[in-house]
Nanobody
Framework: QVQLVESGGGLVQAGGSLRLSCAASGTISRINRMGWYRQAPGKQRELVASITSDDSTNYADSVKNRFAISTDNNKNTVYLQMNSLKSEDTAVYYC??????????????WGQGTQVTVSS
């Protein structure tokens, strides 16, 4: 099993920056991929950014060139650096981890979420 604990959310003015952190514990050696999703009120949860175990990254078009995902050297903490924040970035941000159960099977774990509010 993998446990994920997020931190770093809060209130920020438009144009400002925040950094989210997600600390993973448990069977972290089996993590294939970690990512950040967000869900705004009345909207579906959407992918923000992801990073694989070999550091390949993927971003939603809406955050490219503003957000950056990274991990620490031990690959047990994933960060989301968010710059040039906009009001439309306001959402609950969730960390997730795709854990390899077998060669072709993954299981996804989720954190509890952290609120990011951008005031205009």
């Amino acid at each position: 099993q993998v446990q994920l604990v997020e931190s770093g959310g809060g209130l920020v003015q438009a144009g400002g920056s925040l950094r989210l952190s997600c600390a993973a514990s448990g069977t972290i050696s089996r993590i294939n991929r970690m990512g950040w999703y967000r869900q705004a009120p009345g909207k579906q949860r959407e992918l923000v950014a992801s990073i694989t175990s070999d550091d390949s990254t993927n971003y939603a078009d809406s955050v490219k060139n503003r957000f950056a995902i990274s991990t620490d050297n031990n690959k047990n903490t994933v960060y989301l650096q968010m710059n040039s924040l906009k009001s439309e970035d306001t959402a609950v941000y969730y960390c997730n981890a795709a854990v390899r159960l077998s060669v072709h099977v993954e299981y996804t774990y989720w954190g509890q979420g952290t609120q990011v509010t951008v005031s205009s």
